[in-house]
């Protein structure tokens, strides 16, 4: 008999759960599901579940492929070591890889290099980086020297592989607080460019020097838009454009990608949260079209198809060769060359607020709430008229001013976007998993100059603000 094992809280049980519940009980005979506990939760993941544990042990047992439920108490209970799993008569279907492996990856990381003859001019701009005690200790900066860059200063406190993640309160390099020590590091040595990735190297963070001198982190949506344009710009420079490329974005990704996108003339895909949906449209356009970048506003980017996941290695690599070309080319830092992009296509900002709602009673509400979103949408958001509004639970397109409707090619979720007459965007979006809903907002303005930059931005972080008075969420 092969036996399965899977671990979780299994909390307010849907869909998804059932699906992966299916998957782990195709794999043997016998399933087993290891759940997390009230008190493991509490203590040693600092979350509550919303059902106790005797609850969802009920609940789990009455769901036909689960065979046993069995308390998680302790991390000591995970696998952790190939050696630890039973193979059964098939030991040979376990690979592991080595270093060979890695060059081959590399390697295709290297194809994706678009200004070696900057990189040879630049090789020893200094680039700070932090792995933040996970996989990219060696990957990242082996990739970097790979592509020419000779001067890599690492977060040594931080280059240590620790699940535990001693130096931070959580590892996740989008948080100014998580990447103080990289800051604080390149500062210290003036560097140019301060590069992150989190602990299993999907997800980068960037923070750039200003003309005062200070370290700014740029938020998802401004690293993507970065390395798109790099992408976009250069390809376009080299003759590489035909027509037949295309880059992807998620819904509520912001929509400077594709105002970039239009001006190279490149289409641009939107698809729903999750590199799977991305993933999804590389695979229907192979053999079709080139697929030259694309991600999502939560730090994650994807250059190359050959992947198919967010890949911060890759991202780290493009963003120190985009800064070594900005400055060879143009004499501009990577921040001033961002803020000559804002110039260039519109200032673009957003915005995020979650709202958490307890229990199953949280859960219900938030369902009430898209009810009543789609039955009484906004006719305006802090005074522009609501002109749009996409509904992908349905797959419609709605023109509010004409009323007609018009079918969205896409995979069905729900989700719902307002776009109002001046450019703003909100995107709604209950959580599939937690009694939480999210609220994307996208506004814009033009910039007549750099010089008019932190004028503008105060102004649409301030619009921002109006909106979320407006829909009552602060």
Known sequence: MRRVITYGTFDLLHYGHINLLRRAKEQGDYLIVALSTDEFNWEQKQKKSYFSYEDRKRM????????????????????????????????????????????????????????????????????????MHGAGVRLVPASLRKFGFTNIIMVKEQAVIDGNFPTVESPNPEERKTM?????????????????????????????????????????????????????????????????????????????????????????????????YIAKIIRENEGKAKYIGGGEESFGYLAGDYVRDKDAVSACSLAAEAAAWAMDTMGLTLYEWLQELYVKYGFYREGLV??????????????????????????????????????????????????????????????????????????????????????????????????????????LDAKIEGIKRDLKLE
């Open 354 to 459: 979650s709202v958490v709602r307890k229990g199953k009673e949280g859960a219900e509400l938030i369902q009430k709430m898209m009810v009543e979103f789609r039955a009484n949408p906004p006719k305006t958001i802090l005074g522009s008229p609501v002109v749009k509004i996409n509904d992908f639970l349905t797959l419609e397109t709605t023109d509010v001013k004409s009323g007609a409707m018009t079918p969205i090619v896409q995979d069905r979720s729900n989700v719902l976007q307002w776009f109002t007459e001046d450019g703003t965007t909100v995107s709604v979006r209950p959580s599939g998993t937690e009694p939480k809903i999210k609220f994307y907002f996208g506004v814009k303005a033009p910039l007549a100059s750099v010089a008019d930059f932190d004028e503008v931005q105060a102004e």
């Open 60 to 131: 789990l047992e009455a769901i036909r492929y689960v065979d046993l439920v069995i308390p998680e108490e302790s991390w000591d209970q995970k696998i952790t070591d190939v050696d630890m799993i039973l193979t059964g008569k098939n030991p040979e279907n376990i690979t592991i890889l080595d270093e060979k492996f890695d060059e081959i990856y590399l390697n295709k990381v290297h194809e994706l290099s678009l200004s070696p003859e900057s990189v040879k001019k630049h090789r020893d701009m200094k680039i700070v980086y932090s792995p």
């Open 180 to 276: 103080s020590m990289a800051i604080d590091l390149a500062a210290r040595e003036g560097a140019d460019l301060v590069l992150a990735t989190d602990p299993d190297s999907d997800r980068i963070g960037v923070a750039l020097r200003n003309k005062k001198g200070e370290y700014v982190l740029l938020n998802g949506n401004q690293t993507l838009v970065l390395l798109m344009s790099y992408q976009l710009t250069r390809w376009a420079e080299r003759g590489e454009l035909d027509g037949n490329q295309y880059v992807v974005k998620t819904i509520v990704t912001s929509q400077m990608a594709n105002a970039v996108a239009d001006y190279f003339k490149v289409k641009c895909y939107d698809c729903l949260t999750g590199f799977k």
